[in-house]
């Protein structure tokens, strides 16, 4: 298995990502395939096995417009990865690049499966019970959404949380601002009408921002908008609490006792919201298999992020979403007839 990694995506690029696609290979996740300045990346390399260089010769910036660089950047790191995926040459790509940019390509060069409108980006949330985890979707991909494109993450995410996960029927919520039919907006309430009548998942009805951490709900659907600041909330409130702790162990001594005491679990809950021990969040309803990576990605990360992306070509995602999607538009057309 190849992967594609966009070696010049990131914060802390190439430097970050090469020396992660050299530990996804050194651990056997797969082979690797650094597209990006081969001026820049070369001489960072201590190995050449398994690592295949493919020079891209320009980069997008975080801050660019992703709308000026699909027009402008088509010889880019980010889509050429996404062509070498196209011609099968890798079965998979991973970028910490421009999120809206690595988006855009992914739809205009390998394209939406049949039955997806929109591509959504599924997020992990640590619970504190249950499988031990639960997932977001959509955490940014589309902003503005209509009731069916979030019927269609909930399809997705089912298939992911069944394929991937192993939940023989996952639980899938809505995210609204509170349990009951009445609370939501049109956007919700419309959705949950149309999900209270599809076959074929284990819909919970509404969930509250509270059940995205209880272990109660397995896949949270929302609109990119919501997911994207749920999603930022829950980063800022972890990197709070994570500093709370550690000024307040400096303080005293008898704190620094306490964390003797209490250091493993304390990081075993640092682990639990470190996204670099997840890797990176897959975007579910493209024609292929792509991991969008945290833009301060580090080693860790990447590492796992190719994990991440080898797991699910194994375990052939792309394909049974495919199977799923094309079963949910033959019985929309068989509805309409």
Do not use: W
């Not at 990447?302 to 792309?318: D, G, Y």
């Amino acid at each position: 298995m190849k992967i594609a990694v966009d070696a010049m995506g990131g914060d802390y690029a190439p430097s970050a990502i090469v020396r992660g696609a050299e530990a996804a290979v050194r651990e056997g996740y797969a082979q690797v395939v650094l597209v990006g300045d081969e001026e820049r990346i070369r001489p960072l390399l201590t190995t050449t096995s398994g690592i295949e260089i493919v020079h891209a010769p320009t980069s997008v910036e975080m801050d660019e417009s992703p709308s000026v660089v699909l027009r402008k950047k088509k010889d880019s790191s980010i889509n050429i990865a996404f062509t070498l995926h196209k011609s099968h040459h890798v079965q998979a790509v991973v970028s910490a690049g421009n999120s809206g940019a690595v988006m855009g390509f992914a739809i205009f060069t390998l394209g939406r499966l049949q039955g997806v409108d929109r591509p959504g980006i599924m997020t992990l949330n640590p619970t504190v019970k249950g499988a031990g985890t639960s997932f977001l979707l959509d955490a940014g991909g589309t902003v503005d959404c209509k009731p069916n494109n979030l019927v269609q993450f909930a399809l997705m995410g089912n298939v992911f949380a069944r394929c991937v996960l192993g939940i023989a029927e996952p639980r899938i919520g809505v995210l609204s601002n509170g349990h009951e039919e009445t609370k939501g907006n049109e956007l919700t309430r419309e959705t949950h009408a149309i999900l209270k009548k599809q076959t074929g998942i284990n819909y919970a009805g509404y969930i509250e921002g509270t059940d995205m951490y209880n272990g109660n709900t397995d896949v949270v659907i929302t609109d990119g908008f919501v997911g994207n600041v749920a999603l930022k909330i829950s980063e800022g409130v972890a990197e709070a609490i994570t500093g709370y702790l550690k000024e307040r162990i400096r303080r005293s001594m008898r704190n620094r006792l306490g964390y003797l005491l209490l250091s493993d679990l304390i990081k075993e809950l640092a682990r639990m919201v470190d996204y670099s021990e997840y890797g990176g969040a897959p975007l579910l309803g493209i024609d292929g298999v792509c991991i969008i990576c945290h833009g301060k990605s580090n080693e860790r990360a990447i590492k796992n992020a190719v994990r991440m992306a080898s797991e699910f070509v194994n375990k052939n995602l792309t394909g049974h979403i495919k199977d799923a999607m094309e079963e949910y538009s033959s019985q929309n057309r068989t509805k309409e007839r």
